[in-house]
């Protein structure tokens, strides 16, 4: 009895360790779920094309740089492939502004400025802490990544919501070779 009581106990307490884990949604993730649910647009975002230096946990895109995690295998393989870097984060940054922005007096004073794209200038940031956000991802040729931002010239970390999407991928694809042929199709940003 004592044997048979052992095992049973033993079967249920490693039950859970053998089952698949899922991520469940934190409570910072509901804007991103309602977002893509409600206001989701796919477009389709450029490579960069010129030459991209890796010195040690920075990467260097013309004259702007990133830096990163070096034990953050996903935001450096994401670097590295150049699918995100400093002058997509601007012009995202400039179009979110033009095309999101309601307040009208803002746009006005901003238009009234000799460059006012500067203000939006992404340099010297860091990216950190990536990861995949398997409960946004239905299709095995769509992943959604988290990425978390320090920009110095704001107090607050932002969250980079970002799409990838590899026409060749296959169920069950290892991420780093998922980012290899991959393009951007999503960006989210919001404060966190």
């Known amino acids: 009895m004592k044997l048979l009581y052992t095992a049973s106990l033993t079967i249920l307490l490693s039950a859970s360790v053998f089952a698949q884990k899922t991520e469940k949604p934190g409570s910072k993730d509901k804007a991103a779920i ?3 649910k409600n206001d989701y647009k796919k477009k ?3 490579k960069f094309n010129g030459n ?4 040690d946990n920075q990467m260097l895109f013309e004259d702007k740089v990133i830096f990163y995690d ?3 295998k996903i935001t450096k393989a994401i670097l590295q492939e150049g699918l995100i870097y400093p002058q997509l984060l601007t012009e995202f940054l400039v179009d979110k502004f033009e095309n999101e922005d309601s307040d009208r007096t803002q ?3 901003a238009k009234l400025q000799k460059n006012w794209k500067i203000a939006f200038d992404v340099n010297n940031i860091k990216l950190y802490n990536a990861s995949e956000l398997v409960f946004l991802s239905n299709d095995e040729k769509v992943k959604r990544f988290k990425i978390l931002c320090k920009d110095p010239k704001f107090p607050n970390t932002m ?3 970002i799409e990838l999407t590899n026409k060749n991928a296959v169920k069950d694809m290892p991420v780093q070779d998922f ?4 393009k951007v199709t999503h960006i989210f940003q919001k404060t966190e």
């Open 34 to 36: 309602e977002h893509f």
């Open 44 to 46: 389709n975002y450029k």
């Open 52 to 55: 991209i230096v890796v010195k």
């Open 70 to 72: 070096k034990s953050d």
């Open 107 to 109: 746009k006005r004073f």
């Open 159 to 161: 969250v980079y919501y």
């Open 179 to 182: 980012i290899k042929d991959s």
